[in-house]
């Protein structure tokens, strides 16, 4: 019937909504554990490029001049986008402040991995290189205000077994896992508020509506007219 239409729109609202706070909380719960904003989701191909910063014009310009558009780039990035992407195509996306290390970035996947008892080593490409230099910033390293970087367990290569075990995944811890899907749980939710905020609609029988009262009709007679006297009436 049309009339349980809305109680089932308001229903499924409802239940929305109180799945998107729970994927908020547990979003900021997270968050506040690692005091880093993260968020993970898959990709179905890597791409091939691992840094958004263009430095096709960086040899061109005067070592003067390059430093003080450095410095004035500096000053208005506030924030390093990291992608870490895993072999089995699911990626880590953590914000840096563009002054930190690299080092921090480590310090995080030592967090999050599945097995931190292993080493590992993060890399770009194409080509393939590994990154060393732990003490660059994200900013002088070309990774502002985006870039993409590669996981890899660094294992012998003589240990077949752990090598492969290693490399099966899952490379995320589970708590990190938890966090693939929610974002869009909380945008549905988002979405569902108005809808559930918005007062519904109150039908009441219409005021009767009243004319204004026309003005009373006189009748109004012609006025008489005193008979007028021809001037050679004489009485």
Not at 110 to 130: Q, S, W
Not at 181 to 209: K, N, Y
């Amino acid at each position: 019937m049309v009339v349980d239409a809305p109680l089932k729109r308001r229903k499924l609202t409802s239940i929305d909504s109180m799945e998107a706070e729970t994927a908020k909380a547990k979003f900021a719960a997270i968050q506040e554990k690692l005091g880093r904003e993260i968020r993970v989701f898959e990709t179905s191909a890597l791409s091939p490029s691992s840094n958004e910063v263009s430095n096709s014009d960086k040899y061109s310009k005067t070592r003067k001049l390059q430093e003080a558009e450095e410095a004035a780039q500096r000053s208005k990035i506030t924030k390093a986008v990291i992608r870490i992407r895993f072999p089995d195509n699911h990626t880590l996306e953590v914000t840096f402040h563009p002054s930190e290390t690299i080092q921090s970035l480590i310090d995080l996947l030592t967090k999050v991995v599945a097995r931190p008892e292993l080493p590992f080593y993060i890399f770009t490409t194409p080509p393939k290189k590994p990154i060393k230099d732990m003490a660059q910033d994200f900013f002088s390293a070309g990774f502002v205000p985006r870039a993409i970087v590669y996981f890899s367990y660094d294992l012998p290569k003589g240990d077949v077994d752990d090598t492969t075990d290693a490399n099966s995944g899952p490379f995320l811890q589970e708590e990190i896992m938890s966090l693939k899907g929610l974002e869009l749980i909380i945008e549905q939710g988002q979405q569902a508020e108005p809808a559930q905020s918005a007062p519904e609609p109150v039908t009441s029988a219409p005021e009767p509506v009243t004319s204004a009262p026309s003005p009373m009709v006189q009748d109004r007679k012609p006025a008489e007219k005193k008979p007028v006297k021809p001037k050679w009436l004489k009485m």
